[in-house]
């Protein structure tokens, strides 16, 4: 039986494959901002991204999983406007911002460990890749589509 998925650019189930020349599928996922402890929301995400990746392994992919630690500045808007969440939270406690991100950071993986979720390949954070991430945010805005981001997300990563 393949394994198909739902594809928001086509709106409808597709077969999932690889793009030519890869053997691998390489997924890229936003981990928590480290600012406050994660709720049963914030991890509903990660017991889902578990779930596709015990899936994918299951019909014999090979996985390149990669999870972000956001130990950074986050607005409290999406739309770029408002406070920074790690300095809130670094205010609220009387800390350091990196403090903070390591003290909730630590709490994150312990919550991690408790709903028995796979490591990801590699966890990384964000202050250690931004200038990938600029250039990953370029290359998208040169694609000029959602479908691209669809695309780096499920196979290309």
């Excluded at 630590?106 to 250039?135: G, S």
């Amino acid at each position: 039986m393949a394994l198909t998925f739902y594809n928001t650019a086509s709106r409808k189930k597709e077969p999932f494959s690889l793009l030519p020349g890869n053997d691998t599928v390489k997924m890229y996922c936003c981990g928590p901002t480290v600012y406050h402890y994660a709720h049963i929301g914030n991890l509903r995400t990660y017991i889902f991204e578990d779930t596709l990746c015990r899936t994918l392994e299951y019909y014999g992919y090979k996985l390149n999983h990669i999870v972000n630690i956001t130990d950074v500045g986050h607005l409290t808007s999406d739309g770029d406007t408002g406070d920074d969440k790690m300095e809130k939270g670094a205010a609220r406690e009387g800390k350091t911002v990196w403090e903070i991100a390591q003290y909730y950071t630590d709490a994150f993986m312990k919550d991690w460990h408790a709903l028995n979720i796979e490591e990801p390949t590699r966890w990384t954070k964000a202050t250690d890749h931004i200038k990938e991430q600029i250039e990953l945010v370029q290359t998208l805005e040169e694609k000029g589509t959602p479908t691209a981001r669809l695309t780096a997300f499920t196979s290309t990563a």
